[in-house]
């Protein structure tokens, strides 16, 4: 009898797996074992061995990693329809520890649905009226360019890294839109921030095996960085939320009128109560994770990439001096460049774009949840599917760059010199979930690298010795730590 019991219980396990096994998968890179799936076949560097699957199994393939089925995206064609097409059934986030304990399942980044929808509506509309994208958001970032000028004109041509410098002018305009305030780079304040989060983009690429085995985090000896990644995450939250300095914002229903995000999102928070509203993603929870995301997310890749950019004017000095030579032509030394003069330097645009290509600050976009069964280059990906695109597939993509290993900012101009927009270049994302800060970010890099490109030659620390190119990979590609010495042009 107990025979037969057993027989019948493995055979319900056999059809429940047989039944809930994905129809028409795309293919994998091997064989999943137990427990592990794919993730014994990953070799070296994992952003490598995603390209070496991509060029074996073509631009849609499937892993398992742990107890989770993903399926990876390549190329623009497919990555664009699937967040074009299928935008909709792709708004969720998969339930996993990050989202789960970096993110909360709160905020910008980690809601899903329509509470995404709400916040991203809310956040778009606030920071459009605080000056995204027009002079009044230039202004700010002028005032945060002429220290960065100041500063390192201090430092009279000794070799000085520029990073932690850029990084606290970053911080300071988006502390400007969020809370109104600003920090020096000897703010004990900042200086912490800014050390959490370097430190917090190191410890998501070393924890990243969490996401797929949760119970590592109670590995003894904290091998995972389980526990001090969430100390510093505990941290921000409470640096955030002293920074929003809830009772002593001014907060008054009937004026539209805000000074910064802090002020317009305790506003909006007071307004539902008095409306009764209950269903609802504007509350104190979201308002310190979605500032939290614009600021870790913000930061991070502004910072990197202007830093990557003079790392890659010292490398290549005649690009350098072709950019002064553009900036003298067009705008001269007698002030400071402003955002109305981009279209007449097409080789600082080419070339920042170039390094946003080239440097590819973040590899991997963030996974969604397929919430239904998506029909996608001939293969379906099953409801309950984490997906996830390969950002450097399309900027690495050789057919859309022809020689995507070489820094060559010419490739975004044409034979008269202007600026060529190529739909491949997606450093921020694609379709309605991209980068929230994508005109922030713009105007920034911009600003700041017109700014320097005026002022300074970039040298080498040591004459013949120039810095590698070759970047530190985590969950964010860093440039590895240089020093310049920046000559200033206008003495």
Same mark, same amino acid.
């Given at each position: 009898m107990w025979g037969a019991v057993v027989v019948f219980v493995?055979? #319900? =396990? =056999?059809l429940s797996w047989w039944r809930s096994r994905p129809r028409n $998968? $795309?293919?994998s890179p091997g064989l999943a074992l137990p427990i592990v799936g794919h993730l014994h076949l990953f070799k070296g560097n994992p952003i490598d061995q995603l390209h070496a699957w991509k060029k074996r199994l073509g631009n849609i393939y499937s892993i398992q990693m742990g107890p989770f089925r993903c399926v990876m995206l390549n190329g623009y064609d497919l990555i664009s329809e699937a967040h074009l097409k299928h935008h909709e059934s792709l708004l969720e986030r998969p339930n996993n520890f990050s989202h789960e304990e970096i993110f909360q399942y709160s905020g910008i980044i980690s809601l899903g649905g329509d509470k995404w929808k709400e916040q991203r509506s809310f956040l778009q509309s606030t #920071? !459009?009226? #605080? /000056?995204? /994208? !027009? *002079?009044i958001m230039a202004e700010r970032i002028k005032g945060e360019t002429d220290y960065l000028l100041t500063t390192i004109d201090a430092a009279q041509g000794e070799p000085l890294d520029i990073s932690n410098l850029v990084m606290v002018c970053v911080t300071n305009v988006i502390c400007g839109v969020t809370f109104s305030k600003r920090f020096n780079q000897e703010d004990k304040t900042i200086v912490y921030w800014l050390g959490f989060l370097r430190r917090l983009f190191q410890l998501l690429g070393s924890s990243a095996a969490i996401n797929f085995f949760p119970i590592l985090k109670y590995m003894p000896g904290d091998k995972f960085n389980y526990a001090e990644l969430s100390s510093i995450l505990r941290n921000m939250r409470e640096t955030i939320w002293g920074w929003i300095d809830k009772d002593n914002r001014k907060i008054n229903v009937s004026d539209q009128a805000f000074e910064n995000l802090a002020q317009a999102f305790l506003t909006e928070i007071e307004r539902k109560k008095r409306d009764g509203v209950t269903r609802t993603s504007l509350d104190e929870a979201n308002l310190i994770s979605s500032t939290l995301s614009l600021f870790n997310a913000g930061t991070e890749t502004t910072? *990197?990439?202007i830093v990557f950019a003079v790392l890659y004017m010292v *490398?290549? $000095?005649q690009m350098q001096s072709k950019l002064h030579q553009e900036m003298e032509d067009a705008v001269g030394t007698d002030r400071t460049p402003n955002i109305s003069d981009k279209n007449k330097l097409p080789f600082l645009s080419a070339f920042i774009m170039e390094t946003q290509r080239f440097a590819g600050v973040v590899p991997l976009g963030i996974d969604r949840l397929a919430t239904k069964d998506i029909h996608l280059g001939g293969y379906t990906i099953s409801q309950g599917t984490s997906v996830m695109v390969n950002l450097d597939s399309v900027l690495r993509d050789e057919s859309a760059w022809g020689d995507p290993d070489i820094f060559r900012p010419d490739r975004f101009l044409d034979a008269d010199g202007s600026v060529i927009v190529k739909k491949e270049l997606i450093p921020f994302g694609i379709g309605k979930r991209n980068c929230l800060g994508e005109g922030l970010a713009s105007m920034e890099i911009f600003l700041f690298l017109a700014a320097l490109v005026q002022k300074f030659e970039f040298l080498p620390e040591k004459d013949d010795e120039l810095p590698t190119m070759k970047p530190n990979v985590g969950f964010s590609r860093i440039a590895q730590p240089f020093k310049v010495r920046a000559i200033s042009r206008l003495k």
């Open positions: 493995v055979s #319900l =396990i =056999i $998968p $795309p293919p #920071l !459009r009226a #605080l /000056g995204m /994208g !027009r *002079n910072t *990197n990439t *490398n290549f $000095p």
